[in-house]
């Protein structure tokens, strides 16, 4: 049969029409922000530092050559090594150490985001020292892990935002009287393996997204961690650490890379007037860079030491990640 075009428009209304749907546009989801961290070592702001910081009538001296290095990343952390007090007699020799106040000026001027408290110099002014300490890093907008007004606080650690994401600072340290005290003073975190996965576990249980745990421990001058060290650092891995900074060798020590985490045993110095020996006047900042809650990468950048100034070493780096565990030296 031959239809008409008359007789086609019935057939034609017959017939269902659907229209064709515009294809759905699905949003790519974006990728995750970086954060990049850097982590020093020992910076001890007393003694022959102090002294030659008011020679130079400028205490941010100490690291101002670092300074638009540490500047540049999100998060910087270095240990303590002296606590600040206003009290009592300046201190320029001597194993007792006592920052003076103004010192507060290399940290600021750096960008220093966050201090270790915990280690064994900590209580060098007493108990008006740690509070102190506490008190005056708080006023210029530093955070301090390790060390609080209670045990609790100190064993909570502190939290970093970042990116979206927060980044958990707890640190510890195997000794906190330098010789000078009987007593244990529990506003300073010690070296617990226990307490210290405790601690990482109700840090990653919801206040933070990422933990870091500094340590500060290992025998002094010692090229290589001791067992102390290692257990400690291996067990905060377990616990879900991402990244261990160790100090106190005052030189540097190997780095492990450990699960889905990284182990610096010890950075060695980062300000220190210790000329006695050549390998006490090199450190290293550990780089880590995280995807989202993820570690990426992680290097090693040395620094050379300069009449107790620190900067970047002519020296390349070390991708740590990039370089098998079983090739770091032991």
Request: some cysteine.
């Amino acid at each position: 049969m031959i239809l008409t075009r008359r007789a086609l428009f019935p057939v034609l209304a017959a017939i269902p029409f659907h229209r064709t749907a515009s294809p759905e546009i699905i949003p790519q989801p974006k990728p995750p922000k970086k954060t990049r961290i850097l982590l020093g070592g020992d910076v001890m702001l007393s003694r022959h530092v102090g002294r030659l910081a008011r020679e130079r009538h400028d205490p941010a001296s100490p690291l101002r050559d670092l300074a638009p290095v540490l500047r540049s990343a999100d998060i910087a952390f270095v240990n303590l090594e002296a606590p600040f007090s206003d009290r009592g007699r300046v201190m320029e020799r001597g194993m007792v150490f006592k920052a003076e106040p103004e010192m507060i000026a290399a940290l600021q001027n750096a960008g220093v985001t966050v201090v270790s408290t915990a280690n064994n110099h900590a209580r060098d002014c007493d108990r008006y020292g740690v509070e102190f300490t506490l008190s005056w890093l708080n006023q210029h907008g530093i955070l301090a892990a390790g060390s609080a007004a209670t045990a609790e606080a100190a064993h909570a650690g502190v939290v970093v935002e970042r990116n979206d994401l927060r980044f958990g600072f707890l640190a510890y340290t195997f000794d906190q009287s330098n010789g000078n005290h009987q007593d244990v003073d529990d506003r300073i975190a010690s070296m617990d393996v226990p307490s210290m996965q405790a601690d990482v576990a109700k840090m990653l249980a919801g206040r933070a997204h990422v933990a870091i745990v500094s340590m500060h421990a290992g025998a002094e001058y010692r090229p290589h961690p001791n067992s102390q060290q290692i257990e400690f650092a291996h067990a905060a891995i377990e616990a879900g650490a991402s990244v261990v900074a160790g100090h106190h060798p005052h030189v540097t020590q190997p780095w492990e890379r450990r699960g889905n985490g990284v182990i610096f045993y010890s950075l060695g110095n980062l300000v220190f007037d210790q000329f006695q020996r050549t390998e006490t006047q090199h450190g290293a900042l550990a780089e880590v860079v995280f995807s989202g809650k993820t570690l990426e990468s992680a290097a090693l950048l040395p620094v050379d030491i300069v009449g107790t100034i620190p900067k970047l070493s002519a020296e390349n780096g070390t991708n740590v990640l990039a370089r098998d565990a079983s090739s770091a030296s032991r």
